[in-house]
């Protein structure tokens, strides 16, 4: 995949090797769940940050935490391919984009940002970075998309 780098194969363990024999391709390779989080010291960090000029949101925080969680664990960020577990030189995070609708009745689309190397990026470049591309996206001027 021309879109994705990889330092190379993980590790062979005994788990992983039968887990890769065993799998199969998935039908909806999509992970539900939640988490109840006292939000405060967020909010609060939001409001500093809002008075300092940056327009950051709690979903900007909450892709930049998921970037962090799966850099400090780095088997997280690995994907399956031919027959191998590869892990990714770089932790990239993919938010939705809400496109509106040509005809103005309400029917929107849904289109995405990827954002490279999200771990490594405070949250305002990261907030900046999003909002730049989601512009992009919207406007259908993001070259990545087309």
């Not at 887990?19 to 039908?27: C, E, F, K, Q, S």
């Not at 799966?70 to 030189?89: H, T």
């Not at 029917?107 to 730049?132: C, M």
């Amino acid at each position: 995949m021309p879109n994705i780098t990889y330092k190379g194969p993980l590790a062979d363990s005994s788990f992983r090797r039968m887990a890769m024999g065993v799998w199969d391709l998935p039908g909806d390779p999509t992970i539900y769940g939640y988490m109840d989080l006292d939000m405060r010291h967020a909010m609060a960090r939001l409001e500093d940050l809002k008075s300092e000029g940056h327009r950051v949101t709690v979903t900007h925080l909450v892709a930049r935490a998921c970037a962090l969680a799966i850099s400090s664990l780095e088997d997280l960020n690995a994907m399956p391919r031919l027959g191998r577990a590869y892990q990714r030189e770089t932790v990239d995070v993919f938010i939705q984009v809400a496109l509106p609708s040509e005809d103005g009745l309400g029917k929107a689309d849904l289109s995405g940002v990827k954002v490279r190397s999200a771990d490594t990026k405070a949250i305002e470049v990261f907030a900046v970075e999003f909002k730049e591309r989601a512009d992009r996206v919207r406007s259908g001027q993001d070259e990545e998309i087309k």
